[in-house]
């Protein structure tokens, strides 16, 4: 009775908002194999079906674009009506995104990429003080990294353009803590010659939605959030992952 109640608070709050509206936008990005983008250019994965899921049971209805995560991220902080899944938590953006869930507390790593023959040589995070790294503009990967003012980083807003600064000798090493999504990129520019380092960080995360703190969708925050951990309090997050053949809990590379 509580669900319904907010799903009809909510809707009742952006009527004024939304002149109506009830579609609101979410934001895609190939996150395999989570967010799947299909070679024909179908959106498929987990985390689709599982918003879609819950914006149907408050009266919403989403409407998927690809967008890269850094314009997500101006797109939040412009209170934008959008929602963002796979969103960690970050202090850095605490003022500007709601966050809904989690779905999940998931176990991930932290990886570094690295030409083949330099690779093997980073085995601790001391080995990255000389290296030129690489790193995606807004994404969080462990707090000594994050917070390390020391090292030199280049900063990029998507995998491809990281994986082809490597190949052609303008950094050193990459930080990913999706690594199966820069995989793809070297494989999409044909790259062969680089590897994983031996040095890795293991991380439990929680597994979130983001929204704008502000703008028309944040009246409808405690009606999404709600029905999301209802989701995984019933077992349907689980069962949904499972259809794609996911470990919902390791997604380790």
Do not use: C
């Not at 498929?44 to 998927?64: D, H, M, Y």
């Not at 990913?176 to 590897?195: K, R, Y």
């Amino acid at each position: 009775m509580r669900h319904r109640l907010l799903a009809l608070f909510a809707l009742f709050w952006l009527a004024p908002s939304w002149a109506g509206a009830q579609t609101i936008e979410g934001h895609f990005r190939s996150r395999p194999p989570e967010m799947v983008v299909e070679p024909d250019g179908q959106l498929s994965g987990p985390l689709k079906q599982i918003l879609e899921t819950a914006a149907r049971s408050v009266g919403l209805t989403i409407r998927w674009q690809v967008m890269p995560f850094a314009r997500s991220l101006d797109a939040l902080r412009n209170g934008e009506p959008a929602i963002v899944p796979r969103l960690r938590p970050d202090p850095l953006r605490a003022d500007y995104v709601r966050y809904l869930g989690p779905i999940l507390l998931q176990h991930r790593l932290v990886r570094i990429a690295a030409t083949a023959a330099l690779a093997g040589g980073i085995r601790a995070y001391e080995d990255l003080k000389p290296l030129r790294i690489a790193t995606l503009r807004g994404s969080a990967t462990f707090e000594r990294f994050d917070d390390d003012v020391s090292l030199d980083r280049q900063v990029m807003t998507d995998d491809l353009g990281r994986a082809r600064l490597l190949q052609a000798g303008r950094i050193d090493a990459i930080i990913s803590s999706d690594p199966a999504t820069l995989s793809l990129a070297f494989d999409q520019i044909g790259d062969q010659d680089w590897a994983w380092a031996p040095y890795q960080v293991a991380l439990d995360v929680g597994n979130y939605y983001g929204i704008a703190r502000s703008g028309p969708l944040a009246a409808a925050a405690d009606a999404l959030d709600q029905a999301l951990r209802q989701l995984a309090q019933n077992g349907e997050v689980s069962r949904i992952y499972r259809r794609y053949g996911v470990d919902p809990e390791a997604l380790v590379d």
